[in-house]
């Protein structure tokens, strides 16, 4: 694999896709040059360092949970985590999973008539 040339702005700040045009400024909408509307995939990236905290709430007084992490322990990858929304999502799901426990039981079910 050869090395691609660093990018300008390494999080997704792309350079026109039709004419190849590298004098983008961040959320630019189209392009100077030829006018194509420009994607800015990954222009959500994150820095690895940001800090999210995680809340669970379950409605019965003091029943809060909360967590700080870095993106970074999360594994987050601005590479393939594109969508912070869904990577968050699917975190906290886990995360929540870990206090998260119940079920239900129901009675007279075990043969004692
Ligand atoms: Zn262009």
Same mark, same amino acid.
């Given at each position: 694999?050869?090395?691609? @040339?660093?990018?300008?702005?390494?999080?997704?700040?792309? %350079?026109?896709?039709?004419?190849?045009?590298? =004098?983008?400024?961040?959320?630019?909408?189209?392009? !100077?040059?030829?006018?194509?509307?420009?994607? #800015?995939?990954? /222009?959500? /990236?994150?820095?690895?360092?940001?800090?999210?905290? &995680?809340?669970?709430?379950?409605?019965?007084?003091?029943?809060?949970? %909360?967590?700080? &992490?870095?993106? @970074?322990?999360?594994?987050?990858?601005?590479?393939?985590? %594109? !969508?912070?929304?869904? &990577?968050?999502?699917?975190? #906290?799901? =886990? #995360?929540?999973?870990?206090?998260? !426990?119940?079920?239900w039981n129901i009675e007279g079910s075990k043969g004692? =008539?």
């Amino acid at each position: 694999m050869n090395k691609k @040339h660093k990018p300008k702005y390494p999080h997704g700040y792309p %350079t026109c896709p039709v004419c190849e045009n590298e =004098e983008l400024e961040p959320g630019q909408k189209f392009c !100077d040059i030829c006018g194509s509307e420009l994607e #800015w995939k990954g /222009a959500r /990236a994150m820095n690895p360092q940001t800090k999210v905290t &995680f809340k669970l709430t379950i409605g019965f007084p003091g029943a809060v949970q %909360t967590d700080t &992490f870095s993106l @970074h322990d999360l594994g987050y990858d601005p590479e393939t985590d %594109t !969508d912070i929304d869904k &990577f968050l999502e699917d975190q #906290w799901n =886990e #995360w929540k999973d870990e206090f998260v !426990d119940g079920g239900w039981n129901i009675e007279g079910s075990k043969g004692d =008539e």
